[in-house]
């Protein structure tokens, strides 16, 4: 290569260190790569800390709403703790570490601005946006979901009413109280609601939004059932299907 070695040494000694730069970049990247599960364990870790409001989350919480194995749960966790992301206490379960913190935040506040901008921009429904949501988050700088953010009004929540953190990662409340722990008699307003699809479909199934008011008539704890009253009629829920509906108690 002529022309290289007839650039000054200070030249070469710039290109090389730029070189040698993006090598390091790249290897800190691929470091840090998560594959989709990783991610979503990232996520739930973290959304299950603050919505059990403790710093701990056990590995069978984990398995419960995810639906898979300990043995699973405990794989992806050992996972996570080589690439920092998360530290286990052993009998206590498992927390994130600051950067394992960092990545769930930035995920989620993508993730929650792009569903308001799929739900609210263009339409869709509150079931069809995990998808988009998920891709979109991962493609878009920084700079931009800035923009999207002031473009949208700075929204505090997203369509499933999960709260999104600000760019100083201040958030609004989010709803902790579970539909299922409400006795008979209550009355409970719906703030939030887990993105699972097979519920989303439910609840439009069943007509209930955010904000809707539900009435506790009987509950069957034997047979896992709760009778409902919501805006006039009566429906039946499993206690499974409540425990994924939060909200608060109407005082
Ligand atoms: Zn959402």
Same mark, same amino acid.
């Given at each position: 290569?002529?022309?290289?070695?007839?650039?000054?040494?200070?030249?070469?000694?710039?290109? $090389?260190?730029?070189?040698?730069?993006?090598? !390091?970049?790249?290897?800190?990247k691929s470091r840090c790569h998560m594959n989709r599960a990783e991610e979503d364990y990232i996520k739930t870790i973290y959304e299950l800390t603050i919505e059990k409001k403790q710093p701990l989350i056990k590995a069978n919480e984990l398995s419960e709403r995810f639906g898979y194995s300990d043995q699973s749960v405990n794989e992806m966790i050992k996972k996570l703790v080589k690439k920092h992301l998360v530290s286990f206490v052993p009998y206590k379960g498992v927390s994130l570490t600051s950067k394992g913190k960092d990545v769930a935040i930035r995920m989620v506040r993508a993730h929650r601005i792009w569903e308001v901008f799929l739900t609210e921009?263009?339409?869709?429904?509150?079931? $069809?946006?995990?998808?988009?949501?998920?891709? !979109?988050?991962?493609?878009?700088s920084k700079h931009v979901l800035e923009k999207l953010y002031h473009f949208l009004g700075e929204p505090k929540y997203c369509q499933h009413g999960n709260p999104i953190p600000d760019f100083k990662n201040h958030m609004a409340e989010v709803a902790v109280q579970s539909l299922d722990q409400l006795k008979v008699g209550e009355t409970f307003e719906v703030l939030r609601v887990l993105d699972f699809k097979e519920l989303l479909l439910y609840l439009n199934e069943q007509n209930i939004k955010l904000h809707d008011y539900l009435n506790i008539i009987e509950k069957d704890e034997f047979n896992g059932i709760m009778t409902i009253l919501c805006n006039n009629q009566r429906k039946t829920m499993s206690i499974k299907t409540a425990k994924m509906i939060f909200g608060r108690i109407k005082k």
């Open positions: 290569m002529k022309w290289y070695t007839e650039v000054s040494f200070k030249v070469r000694l710039k290109i $090389e260190s730029v070189i040698t730069l993006s090598f !390091l970049y790249l290897k800190q921009k263009l339409g869709f429904s509150w079931d $069809e946006v995990h998808e988009d949501a998920e891709m !979109l988050e991962h493609a878009t």
